[in-house]
């Protein structure tokens, strides 16, 4: 069985984007993912605060729950 997270969100911009390198970085086997109701794109702050934790989320897009 494949474990996974995923976190929802209504833009998937700044919120699940930051959740998911989190995650991801916390829960290396697991497949971890995030999506939105009304994607838009990923917020350069989101990206901008987790690189200062070393975390790299700037290849990360905005997905559709759908």
Same mark, same amino acid.
């Given at each position: 069985m494949i474990r996974s997270i995923?976190? !929802?969100c209504v833009a998937? +911009? %700044?919120r699940s =984007?930051? %959740?998911? &390198?989190? %995650? *991801?970085?916390l829960f290396p086997t !697991? *497949?971890? =993912?995030s999506a &939105? +109701? *009304?994607? +838009?794109?990923?917020?350069?702050y989101a990206i901008e605060?987790? %690189?200062e934790q &070393?975390?790299?989320i700037s290849t990360h897009t905005s997905k559709s729950v759908q």
């Open positions: 995923l976190f !929802l998937n +911009s %700044a =984007q930051m %959740a998911e &390198g989190i %995650a *991801r970085q !697991l *497949r971890i =993912q &939105g +109701s *009304r994607p +838009s794109h990923v917020n350069p605060v987790l %690189a &070393g975390i790299d």
